[in-house]
C-alpha cells in the first residue's frame, strides 16, 4: 500500500485537521459543479478555501486539481478532437499564456487584500451578469477580438488562477454548441493550468510547502467530477447552473467584503 503520511507531514502552517476536511469538501463540490457545466472549479475552490487559508495557500491548492480535471474533460472525446480545438483557437492559447505567465509574477507583490478585491470583483460581476441574462453575442470571431479576450482572460488567470469567466462568456457569445463548448474549456484551461502551476512554481506560489496540499484535493475533486457527470443526466441543468452562479455570487460577495477589510 501507497504510504500518503508525508503528504500530512508537510501541509501549510497552520492548516489543522478540520480545515483540511473543509477544504476536501469544497474540492468534492467545485468537481461536481465542474462537473455539471465544464468550468466553475477554480472560482469555487478559491473562493471556499480564501474563507479560512490565505489567497496565496487558496490559489496554490487549487492548482494541480485543475491540471488533472481539465485534462480529463479535454480529452473525453479523444486525443484528435482535442488536438482540432487546439488548432481553431491557438490565439486564444498563445495570447492567454502570455499574460499568463507574465501576470503570475505579481502573485507575491500585490497586497492580499487586493488579491482578494480581484477575485471577488470577478466572481460577483460574472455571475451577477450571468443570472440577469445580459449576454453578449459575436457574429464572428476575429483573431483581434480572440486576442483581446485571451489577453483578459490570461491577465486575471495568472494573479487569481481564475480564466473561466471571459472564456467561458466569449464561448457563449460564439454560440459554441455544448458537446464543443465543454471539450474546448478542457483544453483551454487545461492548457492555462499546466502554464499556472510553471508560472507559480517560478513565483514560489507552487513549492515544497503547499504542493501536498495541493495534491489532497485531487481524488476529491475527482470524485466531484464524477458526481457532477452522474447529475448532468438527471437533474434540470438550466436550474443546477442557476444555483451554481447564485452560491458563486454569494462567494465573490464574500471575498470582496474580506479583501476591502483586509
Known amino acids: 500500500m501507497i504510504d500518503f503520511s508525508f503528504l500530512f507531514a508537510t501541509l501549510p502552517q497552520g492548516l489543522d485537521g478540520t480545515m483540511l476536511l473543509a477544504a476536501l469538501v469544497i474540492a468534492v463540490l467545485a468537481g461536481t459543479v465542474k462537473g455539471m457545466v465544464g468550468f466553475a472549479m477554480p472560482m469555487i475552490l478559491v473562493s471556499g478555501l480564501s474563507m479560512f ?4 495557500t487558496a490559489l496554490a491548492g487549487l492548482i494541480l486539481p485543475t491540471v488533472v480535471t481539465n485534462g480529463m474533460q479535454a480529452m473525453r472525446q ?3 478532437a482535442a488536438l482540432q480545438s487546439i488548432k481553431r483557437f491557438r490565439v486564444f492559447l498563445l495570447v492567454g499564456l502570455v499574460f499568463l505567465l507574465a501576470s503570475a509574477q505579481l502573485v507575491r507583490v500585490l497586497p492580499q487584500g487586493v488579491m482578494l478585491v480581484v477575485i471577488g470583483a470577478l466572481v460577483t460581476i460574472f455571475a451577477l451578469m450571468q443570472l440577469i441574462g445580459q449576454g453578449i453575442r459575436i457574429n464572428r470571431a476575429t483573431p483581434r477580438t480572440e486576442a483581446a479576450v485571451a489577453a483578459v482572460a490570461g491577465f486575471i488567470g ?3 488562477g481564475i480564466w473561466g469567466p471571459p472564456t467561458v462568456a466569449y464561448l457563449t457569445a460564439l454560440g459554441t454548441a455544448k458537446r464543443e463548448q465543454m471539450r474546448v474549456q478542457g483544453v483551454i484551461y487545461g492548457l492555462g493550468a499546466v502554464a499556472l502551476l510553471v508560472a507559480h512554481m517560478g513565483s514560489g506560489v507552487m513549492r515544497a510547502e503547499t504542493a501536498p496540499f495541493s495534491m489532497l484535493l485531487i481524488p476529491p475533486a475527482i470524485v466531484g467530477m464524477w ?8 437533474i434540470n441543468q438550466a436550474t443546477f447552473r442557476q444555483a451554481t452562479l447564485a452560491v458563486l455570487l454569494v462567494a465573490g460577495a464574500n471575498l470582496l467584503r474580506r479583501g476591502l477589510m483586509y
Request: glycine share 22%.
Open 158 to 160: 495568472g494573479l487569481s
Open 78 to 80: 479523444g486525443t484528435k
Open 53 to 56: 487559508l490565505t489567497p496565496e
Open 227 to 234: 458526481i457532477g457527470g452522474r447529475l448532468q443526466d438527471r
